[in-house]
């Protein structure tokens, strides 16, 4: 679309799909009993607890740490594909979509992997491996050259797909399993303040260091780096055990001390 319709075109079409999906949601008619009497409650007293539970417990705080490394070096990725896409390889615009596009893929099939590997090697160990073997794949992408080259870039987009896709089925199944239903809001927001916000100062840094070193070197010191990630996982209680459960009780106190090292 961007080639054939320019940049500015194809953005306000995807913000009229974005108006369409609202309009849709509009219509969803669903009974819903009435929310509970709402207890009165200081906002900085519940956004303390949540915070205290995020960094008392091995699972939730290893998650920050892991989930602040991953998501500055994906959001240089983000930016890092496509320069390296359009400098670097010298494809037009039709050719970078579906190379990035690969990457979805890859995250679609990781995610249906989930189910059989957890119950195969557990949950805790998927979400270490998972992305340590996309990070591994994902050292191809830099390869890619004109031609069939580029095909080096697609392998490694779907390797990063498969794992972060693994990954992100994993951990949030073992968040809403594990975390008490009246902290799970406020648990989750804290963790995404941290790793969420950690993607747009990753894809500014993405930027300043392909001006700084190149778009092909900039890409392979950032998939480098995204293998810390796996690592502080692995390092953390959670490299100790099989199962997220083993480290996380429904009154979200910790048991990591209860397991063998």
């Known amino acids: ?31 819903e009993p009435d929310p509970a009497p709402a207890v009165t409650r200081r906002l900085r007293t519940e956004l303390a607890e949540g915070m205290r ?8 705080r290893v998650l920050v740490v892991a989930g602040i490394i991953g998501n500055f070096t994906l959001g240089a990725w983000s930016t890092l594909g496509l320069l390296f896409l359009y400098r670097a390889v010298g494809l037009s615009a039709a050719a970078v979509t579906p190379l990035l596009a690969a990457g979805a893929i890859g995250a679609i099939v990781g995610s249906l992997s989930a189910g059989p590997l957890v119950r195969r090697f557990g949950d805790a160990r998927v979400i270490w491996v998972a992305p340590a073997v996309g990070a591994a794949v994902a050292q191809v992408a830099p390869l890619a050259r004109p031609g069939w080259g580029v095909a080096c870039f697609a392998v490694g987009a779907v390797g990063l797909g498969a794992g972060l896709g693994l990954f992100n089925v994993c951990v949030r199944a073992a968040v809403q399993s594990n975390i008490p239903g009246h902290l799970l809001g406020r648990v989750t927001a804290s963790i995404r303040v941290f790793t969420r916000g950690a993607w747009p100062l990753g894809a500014l840094a993405g930027g300043w260091l392909a001006g700084a070193v190149g778009a092909r070197v900039a890409l392979v010191s950032v998939l480098v780096a995204f293998a810390a990630a796996p690592l502080v996982i692995f390092l953390s209680p959670v490299g100790r055990v099989r199962s997220l459960e083993q480290l996380v009780s429904s009154g979200g106190e910790t048991v990591a001390d209860k397991v063998p090292g």
């Open 1 to 31: 679309m961007i080639q054939a319709l320019g940049a500015a075109l194809t953005v306000l079409l995807d913000v009229v799909s974005f108006l369409v999906s609202a309009a849709c949601t509009a219509f969803v008619r669903a009974p």
């Open 53 to 60: 539970f995020v960094f008392r417990v091995p699972f939730t």
